[in-house]
């Protein structure tokens, strides 16, 4: 059945740039659904369940292998925005 979905990938640099300070993944903390809010060090697609994918800074914690955004995408979005 979910073979026929197709997944997209957002890249937006300005995004991006403006949330590269902090992870904004979901914790757990007491009980309490917060934000990481650790220091951003990489870029990952995070699933924003409606069949896309978004380039999101993430914490070292929250990087996951084969959900990593590949640096040509990054330099594909750093040449858009200066285009
Ligand atoms: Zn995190």
Redesign the pocket.
């Known amino acids: 059945m979910s073979d026929g979905i197709k997944r997209r990938y957002v890249y937006d640099h300005d995004t991006v740039k403006r949330f590269a300070d902090t992870?904004p993944?979901m914790?757990s903390r007491g009980g309490e659904a917060q934000p990481?809010?650790?220091p951003?060090v990489a870029l990952r697609w995070v699933d924003a369940h409606d069949g896309s994918y978004h380039a999101t800074p993430?914490?070292?914690?929250?990087c996951r292998k084969g959900e990593m955004v590949e640096l040509r995408k990054v330099f594909e979005g750093i040449a858009d925005v200066r285009s």
């Open positions: 992870c993944m914790v990481c809010d650790k951003a993430v914490c070292v914690n929250h």
